[in-house]
């Protein structure tokens, strides 16, 4: 199985940007569609973006049009997220997920297998 870690969130005054990576071991890095999902506090799982395994397809939602971007580096193991335009609305904990499964829908949480523990992304007013 693979194992994927987050990292690259923190504080950012809105209007500001963040990348976030997400790191993967373990197993080919190519064998896997990769997402990203984010989660407020006593709310449920929202989908965020997704890339497929050799990064030439990606899938994203229409809150995130024009703001995130997902991409991936399959040489060094790593995906990622360029969030652009932060609003205060966009604090929420980001998870990296990733499956090695054919999927129909990239938005559903049911359809991805390995998750990260999160990282945290605070947006200032």
């Known amino acids: 199985q693979v194992q994927v870690v987050e990292s690259g969130g923190g504080l950012v005054q809105a209007g500001g940007s963040l990348r976030l990576s997400c790191a993967a071991s373990?197993?080919?890095?190519?064998?896997?569609?990769m997402a990203w999902f984010r989660q407020a506090p006593r709310k449920g799982s929202e989908f965020v973006a997704a890339?497929?395994?050799?990064?030439?397809?990606?899938y994203d939602t229409d809150s995130v049009k024009g703001g995130s971007t997902i991409s991936r580096d399959n040489a060094n193991n790593t995906a990622y997220l360029q969030m652009n335009s932060l609003k205060p609305e966009d604090t929420v904990k980001y998870y990296c997920?990733?499956?090695?499964?054919?999927?129909?829908?990239?938005?559903?949480?049911?359809?991805?297998?390995?998750w990260g523990q999160g990282t945290q992304v605070t947006v200032s007013s």
């Open positions: 373990g197993r080919t890095f190519s064998d896997y569609h």
């Open positions: 997920a990733a499956t090695e499964r054919r999927i129909d829908d990239y938005r559903a949480h049911a359809n991805w297998n390995y």
């Open positions: 890339i497929s395994r050799s990064g030439g397809d990606t």
